[in-house]
């Protein structure tokens, strides 16, 4: 206490005129000697001196135009004082801070992450209401800048923090975690957007393909870079129609763009099933323009028959599986619009939708029959030495057959 006090003498010599800086100094230094009584029980003198430090920290550098130089000084000033049984107000003065600091760089907004990771792992949901905002200003930063690679990488970024404070470092069921938060909201949004906007591009009702196809294809990148993209069905929705965007540019096998159609259409495992996703990867207002894809695809296939009937061949691009799809979800879409009171696209377009899938499927059935009786007929022959007539029963089913086809070819 004496030397305390011997201190607070010097301070008061040499320094008449404190300004805030020292002024908090030199009370820290008191309180820690219990020289300076609290007011009350809720009134802290120090966690006081300690907010006004901070605050005098930020309003420097803000004046100086180095605001987020001011904020990581901040953080790191108040991070050592925020535990489990601190003051509240403490972590809400940094909240705040970070909630109303806008970082200039993505260095700058990993450097105040990192440094609150700490407290993210234990659970601090106020801390981590402040690094989901530091992502969604980097976030809003990359849109306006029409980047949306950018703005979908800060996405997921924010994603992760949310689950590593709903499950930790081992985030090994984070699927179920990250669909609660504003950013999986957000890339939920920007998926569904791209997706139904270069689907519509792609049957020829919208401007801007290639524009719509290339930002597809950065937010495609964007999300192989992060594991928990993965688990999101709208980012599979996106690299499926990305793919057929993809396919269709480079004129690819109409195969790749039937299976990416199916696999957007089909039903999902139970274990998979999300119920705001709904039973399939594709929301219901995709499912009439994919059909309208497979469509498209089958008429080709048609008019692809039809020049080589003489041949007696048949182009199946969606297989018998395939084909049972999009009748299914056909007939789902159809009975919602009656259900709902909707209006349908029409009688006549129905009809020859259902005509068209119709001949696909008996085209599917065509196309697998040959397919099972080419490997039938390709299939490696075994030998009959050895057979006789006695011990015949004995065999199994396929080696019978090949004997009795062996007597027939005699």
């Not at 993210?120 to 989901?132: A, F, H, T």
Request: hydrophobic share 40%.
């Amino acid at each position: 206490m004496i030397e305390v006090w011997y201190v607070s003498t010097l301070f008061l010599r040499h320094f008449p005129r404190f300004n805030e800086k020292q002024t908090s100094l030199l009370c820290d230094l008191l309180d820690d000697a219990r020289l300076i009584p609290n007011v009350s029980a809720e009134y802290s003198v120090r966690t006081e001196l300690l907010l006004n430090a901070a605050f005098a920290v930020r309003s420097s550098f803000s004046v100086e135009g180095q605001s987020d130089l001011g904020t990581r000084l901040v953080a790191r000033l108040l991070l050592p004082h925020i535990t489990v049984d601190s003051d509240v107000t403490i972590t809400a003065h940094l909240v705040d801070a970070m909630e109303h600091h806008y970082p200039k760089t993505d260095a700058e907004a990993k450097n105040l992450l990192e440094l609150c990771r700490k407290l993210v792992e234990r659970k601090n949901r106020r801390i981590l209401d402040g690094c989901v905002a530091i992502c969604l200003a980097r976030y809003r930063y990359y849109l306006s800048d029409e980047r949306p690679g950018g703005a979908v990488h800060w996405l997921l970024t924010g994603m992760d923090m949310e689950a590593l404070c709903m499950y930790g470092p081992n985030r090994s069921n984070s699927s179920k975690a990250v669909t609660t938060g504003v950013c999986y909201r957000l890339l939920v949004t920007i998926r569904l957007q791209t997706s139904e906007t270069l689907l519509k591009g792609l049957l020829g009702g919208g401007e801007g393909v290639s524009l719509v196809y290339a930002s597809g294809k950065e937010v495609v990148l964007a999300c192989q870079e992060s594991d928990i993209a993965g688990t999101v069905p709208s980012v599979k929705v996106l690299e499926h129609v990305v793919a057929i965007a993809e396919a269709i540019a480079e004129r690819k096998d109409d195969s790749l763009v039937a299976s990416n159609i199916v696999s957007c259409l089909e039903d999902l495992p139970r274990d998979e099933v999300d119920d705001d996703e709904g039973l399939c990867l594709a929301r219901p207002t995709m499912h009439w323009d994919l059909l309208c894809l497979a469509k498209l695809i089958l008429d080709r296939n048609t008019e692809r028959d039809s020049t080589m009937e003489e041949l007696h061949l048949h182009t199946a691009s969606f297989d018998v599986r395939g084909m049972h799809v999009l009748l299914e979800r056909l007939t789902i879409l159809l009975a919602t619009y009656d259900m709902m009171g909707q209006p349908n696209p029409g009688e006549e377009i129905v009809y020859q939708t259902r005509l068209t899938f119709a001949e696909g499927l008996m085209r599917a059935f065509v196309a697998e029959n040959a397919m099972k009786q080419s490997n039938y007929i390709n299939r490696p022959r075994k030998s009959v030495d050895g057979v006789y007539a006695a011990n015949l029963g004995k065999l199994n089913r396929e080696r019978q057959e090949l004997v009795v086809q062996s007597m027939l070819d005699f």
